[in-house]
T-cell receptor
Framework: NAGVTQTPKFQVLKTGQSMTLQCAQDMNHEYMSWYRQDPGMGLRLIHY???????DQGEVPNGYNVSRSTTEDFPLRLLSAAPSQTSVYFCASSYGLADNEQFFGPGTRLTVL | GENVEQHPSTLSVQEGDSAVIKCTYS??????FPWYKQELGKGPQLIID?????GEKKDQRIAVTLNKTAKHFSLHITETQPEDSAVYFCAAGFYKLSFGAGTTVTVRA
């Protein structure tokens, strides 16, 4: 199993550009989530999904969209990038709900100029 | 929503000594409390977790305690080794998790 994969590994955007961060898992996990990690602030939940077709907002959802058309994929869309979205983004998945071991991807480092 | 506070933010210990990290949470509905370890350039990895119906759990050199009345839980690492150097995060929740800000642990040889 590849586990949780994320692409790209690094990305530089200009303010106002849009892009999609890809996340896929091959463990047949129902629960998937997106976090951003900023220095001194830990991991903050952006959006999460409890299954295909079901998504909900986390702690910091503004400026981001998600969809879950399949069990395997959970892309994160930045609609109009801003410098405040410069961060490291992690995707995670788990069996059942969040109260089981979450498996994290390797992360995407995003810089918005 | 849930608010998780974690202390200390940095911790330096001599190899072989113990390390303790403490977290508090605000939402009494939280019933799942995992601890994650993050090495440089990698995603976090679960090292131990505890549920609200358990007060203590141990796995070799790592132990976690939970006090639901006081809303705090702690990670204990005994006989620390250089490979224990990393950033550790606590978290709390149920259908979604809230993470603490992290503790950078350095084990001095």
């Amino acid at each position: 199993n590849a586990g949780v994969t994320q692409t790209p590994k690094f990305q530089v955007l200009k303010t106002g550009q849009s892009m999609t961060l890809q996340c896929a898992q091959d463990m047949n996990h129902e629960y998937m989530s997106w976090y951003r990690q900023d220095p001194g602030m830990g991991l903050r939940l952006i959006h999460y999904s409890v299954g295909a077709g079901i998504t909900d907002q986390g702690e910091v959802p503004n400026g981001y969209n998600v969809s879950r058309s399949t069990t395997e994929d959970f892309p994160l869309r930045l609609l109009s990038a801003a410098p405040s979205q410069t961060s490291v983004y992690f995707c995670a998945s788990s069996y059942g709900l969040a109260d089981n071991e979450q498996f994290f991807g390797p992360g995407t480092r995003l810089t918005v100029l | 929503g849930e608010n998780v506070e974690q202390h200390p933010s940095t911790l330096s210990v001599q190899e072989g000594d113990s390390a303790v990290i403490k977290c508090t949470y605000s939402d009494s509905a939280s019933n799942y409390f995992p601890w994650y370890k993050q090495e440089l350039g990698k995603g976090p990895q679960l090292i131990i977790d505890i549920r609200s119906n358990v007060g203590e759990k141990k796995d070799q050199r790592i132990a976690v305690t939970l006090n639901k009345t006081a809303k705090h839980f702690s990670l204990h690492i005994t006989e620390t080794q250089p490979e224990d150097s990393a950033v550790y995060f606590c978290a709390a929740g149920f259908y979604k998790l809230s993470f603490g800000a992290g503790t950078t642990v350095t084990v001095r040889a």
